[in-house]
C-alpha cells in the first residue's frame, strides 16, 4: 500500500489544513500519524462499535470467572438442563449439569485465543513469505508462488480435520494446523502488492548500498506494507474463529473436557427446542465476535489507507 | 486484426459470408482449444491433491481401531489379515497399497473398501446427488440474490436501503455456518409449532413413507428448502459486497457516462455497461467460494441430516476410512475445478479481450 507510513504527510492533500487547524487550536503541535488515523478510526461509527464490542468481549473473557463461582469442568448433577436464571446458575446448565455461563466465558477465552495466536502467525508467515518472494523475483518467486498455488489446491479443510482427530482436542495442535494450511491466500495478496514496492527509491537505495536482503525485507518492504498486515489480522481473527466453529462443531476441533464455542454449540443442536439456550447464547457471542472483527477490519482499512475517503477529510 | 483481408477482394457476400464464417470457427477453435487447456491443468491438480491426501490419510488415520473394540477381541494378526483383504494392511509398504490402490482406481474406476468392507463407490454414488443438488442450488441461488442485491445497492450507495442491505450482508457474511443452520432449523421449529403442523421439514433428504414420482419430488424440494437456505445465507453476502465495490468503482467511469451521453437510461448505462465489465471478477469468485461452500455443506447436511458427502466427510474421519476419506478430497477437487472451468466460460463468455488473444 504505497503512501502509508512516514511519506503519507507529503501525500495527503488535506494534511496542512489539519496542520493549520491544530495550530490555531492547541499551541502548534502536529498531527502525528498515529493520531490522524485513530481520528479517521474513530469517525467511522460501526468501527467504533466494533472495537467497543470486542474490548468488552475481552473483558468478559478475562474477567467473567470472577463472577461464578461455578468452574467450566464441574458438574452440578442436581440440576441437569435448568434454563437460565434457576438454581443459582446464572445462563442455566446443559444436559450434564455444567454451568452455562462458565462455558460461556471459558469458550469466548478459548475461541479468542486460537484465533488471536493463529491470525498473528498466518499474517507473520504471509508478510514475509510474500515480501521475500517479491524482493528477490525471477526463479525463486517463481518457485515460491508455485508453492503457494500447489498448497492452495490442497483440500486444507479436510487435511486439518484429518491431522485435528489425531491430537484428539489440543488446542495448540489446532493452533499448528490451522496456521499451516491458513496463510496461503494472504501471502499471494501481499506478494501482489509487493511488487510495486521492489521497484521504489527507497528498496532500490538499500540494495545498492549493499543491505543484506533480509535486513531490506524486514526494515523497508514489511513497514511499507504494514497496513495492510494490520487489516490481514483483523479479518484473519473473524475467518479463523470460523474455521475453528466449524471444527469443533463436527467434532475434529476442541474436545471435550476443553471447551470452545464451537463445541458449545455441538452441544446445544440436539435440544433447540427443549432447552435453547444452550444454543442462543454461544451463537450470538460467536456472531458478535466474527462480526466486530469484521467491522473493525473495514474501519482500520479506511483509516489507514490515504487515498480513501470514507474516512472523512484529514 | 492480423491477416484482415483486403475489403476490395470481399466484394461477392458470399466471400464476405464465408470470411465471416470462417473467422467465428477459428475463434471457437481457440476458446475450445483454451478450455482443453484448463481442464488438463485442473485434472492434474486434481490428481496430485487425490494421492497427496491418500498418504496424509494413511499417516493419519488408523482403520486398525475399527477392529479393536470388537468382542470377541482379535490379536493384532488377525486385525492385519482382515484389513490386508482391503488394501489397509499397516504392515504392507505404503507402496505397495498405493499402487494397488491406484490401478484399480485407473483400471476399473473402483474407490476402494471401507475399513468393515463396504465399497467406498456405493456410498459416493448415491451421495454425490444429494450433496450436488444442495451445492448447485444454493451456489446458483447465492449469485443470483448476491449480484442482483450488489447492483441494487451500488446504484443507490449511502442511500437508506444500501446502508440496511449491507449491514444485513456483513452480518451474514460472518456468520458461522454452523450458527447458520441451527438458526434457521430453531426458526422452521418455532413456526412448525405455530401453526401447529410440520410444514417445513427440519430432518433428511426426504419422508421414508412416500412413493410415486411427483409425491417424492414434492417432499425432497421441501425438504431441501432450510438447507438451501442456511448454505445460501452464508454464501450471498460475498457476491453482494463484492459485486457492489467492483460496480462503484465502474459506475462513474468515462464510458458509463459515455453510454449516458448517447442516450441510454441510467438503468441501461449501469446494466449494459458497468455491469458487464464488473461481473467479471466475480465469475472467478464462484471458483473460490467453492472450498468454502463445500465446508459449509459439511455443517449443513450434519444439522439437517441429510446422507450426502458433507456427512461422509465426518463419518469416514470419525471411522478411520482411509479410502472414503481420498474419495471425499477427490469429490471437493473436482467440485472446485467444475466452478473454475464454469467461471472461466464465463469469462469468456463476457470478455471480449479473452477471445482474441
Known sequence: MPGVGPDAEQTHPDESVAREAGKTGSGGKRLSPSKLYMRRFARNKPALGGLILFVLLVLFSLFGPYLTHWDYMEADFTALSVPPGVDGHLLGTNGAGNDVYAQLVHGLGRSLIIAVTVSLLTTAIAGLFGTTAAYFGGKIERAMLGFVHFLLILPSFLIIALVGTRFRGEWQVLVLVLTLFGWMLTARVIWSLATSLREREYVLAARFMGVSAMRTIVRHLVPNIGSLLIVTFTLGVASTVQAETALSFIGFGVKQPDVSLGSMLADGQNTLSTAPWLFYLPAALVVLLTVAMALIGDGLRDALDPTSQSGGRA | ?357
Not at chain 2, 129 to 135: A, I, K, R, Y
Not at chain 2, 164 to 177: A, E, H, K, Y
Open chain 2, 1 to 357: 486484426m492480423p491477416g484482415q483481408p483486403d475489403l476490395d477482394s470481399l466484394r461477392s457476400p458470399d466471400l464476405r459470408a464465408e470470411y465471416a464464417y470462417a473467422h467465428i470457427m477459428k475463434d471457437r477453435l481457440t476458446v475450445l482449444r483454451y478450455i482443453a487447456r484448463k481442464i488438463v491443468g485442473w485434472f492434474l491438480m486434481i490428481a496430485i491433491a487425490t494421492n497427496l491426501t491418500y498418504f496424509l490419510a494413511n499417516a493419519f488415520l488408523k482403520p486398525a481401531s475399527n477392529y479393536t473394540a470388537l468382542r470377541p477381541p482379535r490379536t493384532p494378526a488377525q486385525i492385519n489379515r482382515s484389513l490386508a483383504l482391503y488394501n489397509l494392511n499397516p504392515n504392507k509398504p505404503i507402496t505397495d497399497r498405493w499402487w494397488h490402490w491406484i490401478s484399480q482406481i485407473v483400471t476399473h474406476f473402483d474407490w476402494g473398501q471401507s475399513p468393515t468392507g463396504g465399497s467406498v463407490n456405493d456410498q459416493v454414488a448415491y451421495r454425490i446427488f444429494v450433496s450436488g443438488q444442495l451445492v448447485l442450488g444454493s451456489t446458483i441461488l447465492s449469485i443470483v440474490i448476491g449480484v442482483g442485491l450488489g447492483v441494487y445497492t451500488a446504484s443507490r450507495q449511502y442511500k437508506a436501503s444500501d446502508r440496511v442491505l449491507q449491514g444485513f450482508s456483513v452480518l451474514s457474511f460472518n456468520t458461522p455456518s454452523a450458527v447458520a443452520s441451527l438458526g434457521v432449523v430453531f426458526a422452521a421449529i418455532a413456526l412448525n409449532q405455530a401453526l401447529g403442523s410440520t410444514l417445513l421439514p427440519v430432518a433428511g433428504a426426504q419422508s421414508p413413507d412416500v412413493s410415486g414420482f411427483w409425491s417424492v419430488f414434492g417432499s425432497r424440494a421441501t425438504h431441501a428448502i432450510l438447507p438451501t437456505i442456511s448454505l445460501t445465507f452464508i454464501s450471498y453476502a460475498g457476491y453482494h459486497l463484492l459485486q457492489r465495490s467492483l460496480l462503484l468503482d465502474h459506475i462513474n467511469s468515462d464510458y458509463v457516462r459515455t453510454a449516458r451521453a448517447k442516450g441510454l437510461t441510467r438503468k441501461q448505462a449501469i446494466y449494459r455497461h458497468g455491469l458487464r465489465t464488473s461481473i467479471i471478477p466475480v465469475a472467478t469468485q464462484v471458483a473460490f467460494a467453492m472450498p468454502a461452500l463445500f465446508t459449509g455443506a459439511v455443517i449443513t447436511e450434519t444439522v439437517f441430516a441429510w446422507h450426502g458427502m458433507g456427512e461422509y466427510f465426518t463419518k469416514t474421519i470419525s471411522t478411520n476410512d482411509v479410502h472414503g476419506v481420498v474419495a471425499v478430497a477427490a469429490f471437493g477437487a473436482l467440485m472446485t475445478a467444475i466452478g473454475a472451468i464454469l467461471a472461466d466460460l464465463a469469462v469468456v463468455a463476457l470478455d471480449p479481450r479473452i477471445r482474441v488473444s
